[in-house]
């Protein structure tokens, strides 16, 4: 069992790129965020638990998101390809994964640094729609939908995450900073990791990324 980590604060991209590296090269696409999310909707015992830290913008405790971790990982067989996004985000996760993987003889291969400007971040999120019905995103300056507030896959109304006002993702910035940002001195002293360019275009980030993958 194999698995790479996208690392990069919020709105630097680990979703988009999730997409294209499942499409390319198979990965299995493990985001944290949108279990969670789904948890949440689902009105489930660990979604009650984490709403209140989502909506604030707080991390979700690492109980809460090992548990979620384990499950997922035991859905899958030894050749499986793990891609994380948004885990681990603190040391303690991170040590927890590296546990994990040593039980089940899985390796990190890579650590995917996206780097982006805190002004470049916010300018992303605070312009980000999703739809309701559908969950397509949308972003008002760079994918505007044909119809404002309007979803064109199926009509149905776009909103903004409460995760996504500019208060939270200050928030969030600030709280990757303190807690997520030591991870990129852990997996570099690990020799794991790869600082990316995800300031410009999704094709280029992810052809970046793709290099790598293929050397």
Same mark, same amino acid.
């Given at each position: 069992?194999?698995?790479?980590?996208?690392?990069?604060?919020? %709105?630097?991209?680990? %979703?988009?790129?999730?997409?294209?590296?499942?499409? =390319?090269?198979?990965?299995?696409?493990?985001?944290? %965020?949108?279990?969670?999310?789904?948890?949440?909707? #689902?009105?489930?015992?660990?979604?009650?638990?984490? /709403?209140?830290?989502?909506?604030?913008?707080?991390?979700?405790?690492? #109980?809460?998101?090992?548990?979620?971790?384990?499950?997922?990982?035991?859905?899958?067989?030894?050749?499986? =390809?793990?891609?994380?996004?948004?885990?681990? +985000?603190?040391?303690?996760?991170?040590?927890?994964?590296?546990?994990?993987?040593?039980?089940?003889?899985?390796?990190?291969?890579?650590?995917?640094?996206?780097?982006?400007?805190?002004?470049?971040?916010?300018? +992303?999120?605070?312009?980000? +729609?999703?739809?309701?019905?559908?969950?397509?995103?949308?972003?008002?300056?760079? /994918?505007?939908?044909? =119809?404002?507030?309007?979803?064109?896959?199926? %009509?149905?109304?776009?909103?903004?995450?409460?995760?996504?006002?500019?208060?939270?993702?200050?928030?969030?910035?600030?709280?990757?900073?303190?807690?997520? $940002?030591?991870?990129?001195?852990?997996? =570099?002293?690990?020799?794991?990791?790869?600082?990316?360019? $995800?300031?410009?275009?999704?094709?280029?980030?992810?052809?970046?990324?793709?290099?790598?993958?293929?050397?």
């Amino acid at each position: 069992m194999e698995a790479i980590i996208l690392l990069g604060g919020p %709105g630097a991209g680990k %979703g988009t790129l999730a997409e294209e590296l499942m499409r =390319q090269a198979g990965y299995l696409h493990v985001s944290t %965020g949108d279990m969670l999310r789904a948890a949440v909707q #689902s009105g489930s015992e660990v979604g009650r638990e984490a /709403k209140p830290c989502m909506e604030a913008g707080e991390l979700v405790s690492d #109980s809460i998101i090992l548990k979620i971790i384990k499950e997922r990982i035991k859905q899958e067989g030894p050749e499986a =390809q793990f891609m994380f996004d948004g885990f681990p +985000r603190t040391m303690d996760q991170a040590k927890a994964l590296d546990v994990l993987f040593a039980e089940i003889g899985g390796t990190i291969s890579h650590v995917f640094n996206l780097m982006v400007l805190s002004e470049t971040l916010l300018a +992303r999120l605070t312009g980000r +729609r999703v739809c309701k019905s559908c969950g397509a995103v949308y972003h008002m300056a760079n /994918k505007p939908p044909k =119809q404002e507030g309007v979803c064109d896959v199926d %009509g149905g109304e776009l909103y903004q995450r409460a995760d996504d006002s500019e208060a939270t993702i200050l928030n969030r910035l600030e709280i990757y900073e303190k807690q997520t $940002a030591p991870l990129i001195d852990y997996y =570099q002293k690990k020799q794991l990791l790869r600082d990316i360019n $995800a300031s410009g275009t999704m094709a280029e980030t992810d052809a970046a990324v793709m290099n790598v993958l293929n050397t």
